[in-house]
């Protein structure tokens, strides 16, 4: 009974002190461990091993360690928050793989860790897939990743754009406007000869000059008369031309070199629009 009661003590004493080297060493390989994590930028992998020995039953110096590690890593943990969008709204269902890996089947909104650096994600929706690749940048914090289920809506005819259209100026308007030109001109110089015509009658048969005398000067002033009509009628056809001309479709002046290899001649034609 007495052996018994000695042994029961004795692993009464020694129990405790193999415990705590086995804590003390599982201690110390987690300290080692968070460090190596840390190192291969894999900071939830870090952040998991460096709790480890933040316990109370690790040596201070690396508790003191391994709860700065934990803190650091998980500040550099990215997250990002899986949307899916459908002509309903958003799906509040999906499965989601990351890299292959299941991911998540609920979308609630609520941010998800991955490890930094490239991954791709897949949604999997009614049958339906989207597939996508992007690059989480440590410490990046609730990065949308939104995969587009909606029906895509009728597609619009390609746009036909139009050739650059211009309003050229017609030959009527240049031809309306001449006249105009002419009438002005016309108009001026049979004035002028009119009046020098009446200032000669003025002065060598005043007041006693006859019909025949003064026919010429009045022809003159008739003329002018008409003149200015059609001056007048020339300028507002050449407005009218030019204000209601159409528009067309604008060529580009271009010009090629045609070789002639007819009956063996030797020559070129330029050929071009202008």
Same mark, same amino acid.
């Given at each position: #009974?007495?052996?018994?009661? &000695?042994?029961?003590?004795?692993?009464?004493?020694?129990?405790?002190? &193999? &415990?705590?080297?086995?804590?003390?060493?599982?201690?110390?390989?987690?300290?080692?461990?968070?460090?190596?994590?840390?190192?291969?930028?894999?900071?939830? @992998?870090?952040?998991?091993?460096?709790? %480890?020995?933040?316990?109370?039953?690790?040596?201070?110096?690396?508790?003191?360690?391994?709860?700065?590690?934990?803190?650091?890593?998980?500040? $550099?943990?990215?997250?990002? &928050?899986?949307? @899916? #969008?459908?002509?309903?709204?958003?799906?509040?269902?999906?499965?989601?793989?990351?890299?292959?890996?299941? #991911? $998540?089947?609920?979308?609630?909104?609520?941010?998800?860790?991955?490890?930094?650096?490239?991954?791709?994600?897949?949604?999997?929706?009614?049958?339906?897939?989207?597939? #996508?690749?992007?690059?989480?940048?440590?410490?990046?914090?609730?990065?949308?990743?939104?995969?587009?289920?909606?029906?895509?809506?009728?597609?619009?005819?390609?746009?036909?754009?139009?050739?650059?259209?211009?309003?050229?100026?017609?030959?009527?308007?240049?031809?309306?406007?001449?006249?105009?030109?002419?009438?002005?001109?016309?108009?001026?110089?049979?004035?002028?000869?009119?009046?020098?015509?009446? $200032?000669?009658?003025?002065?060598?048969?005043?007041?006693?000059?006859?019909? @025949?005398?003064?026919?010429? $000067?009045?022809?003159?002033?008739? @003329?002018?008369?008409?003149?200015?009509? %059609?001056?007048?009628?020339?300028?507002?056809?050449?407005?009218?031309f030019y204000l209601t001309r159409p528009e067309v479709p604008e060529q580009k002046a271009t010009l090629r070199i045609v070789p002639d290899w007819s009956a063996g001649a030797q020559s070129v034609h330029l050929v071009g629009t202008f």
């Amino acid at each position: #009974m007495k052996k018994w009661a &000695v042994l029961l003590i004795a692993l009464e004493w020694v129990t405790p002190s &193999v &415990v705590r080297a086995q804590d003390k060493q599982a201690c110390y390989k987690s300290h080692e461990q968070a460090q190596l994590k840390k190192r291969e930028g894999n900071p939830r @992998a870090a952040r998991d091993v460096a709790r %480890v020995c933040a316990q109370g039953t690790c040596p201070q110096f690396i508790q003191d360690d391994c709860v700065v590690w934990a803190e650091e890593a998980e500040r $550099a943990i990215p997250t990002v &928050v899986l949307q @899916a #969008m459908t002509d309903e709204g958003d799906a509040s269902e999906a499965v989601v793989t990351l890299d292959g890996a299941p #991911m $998540a089947i609920r979308l609630d909104g609520k941010s998800l860790e991955v490890d930094p650096g490239s991954h791709v994600i897949r949604f999997v929706l009614k049958g339906q897939e989207r597939e #996508m690749r992007m690059v989480v940048k440590e410490g990046e914090k609730r990065r949308t990743v939104v995969a587009d289920f909606r029906t895509p809506k009728a597609q619009a005819a390609s746009p036909v754009v139009a050739a650059p259209r211009h309003r050229p100026i017609s030959a009527m308007t240049w031809g309306s406007a001449a006249v105009g030109v002419a009438g002005f001109l016309g108009f001026g110089t049979l004035a002028i000869l009119g009046t020098n015509k009446y $200032a000669s009658l003025r002065t060598s048969c005043a007041p006693f000059c006859t019909d @025949a005398q003064t026919a010429s $000067a009045r022809s003159l002033f008739v @003329a002018a008369d008409v003149s200015l009509a %059609v001056a007048i009628v020339g300028t507002l056809g050449a407005f009218g031309f030019y204000l209601t001309r159409p528009e067309v479709p604008e060529q580009k002046a271009t010009l090629r070199i045609v070789p002639d290899w007819s009956a063996g001649a030797q020559s070129v034609h330029l050929v071009g629009t202008f």
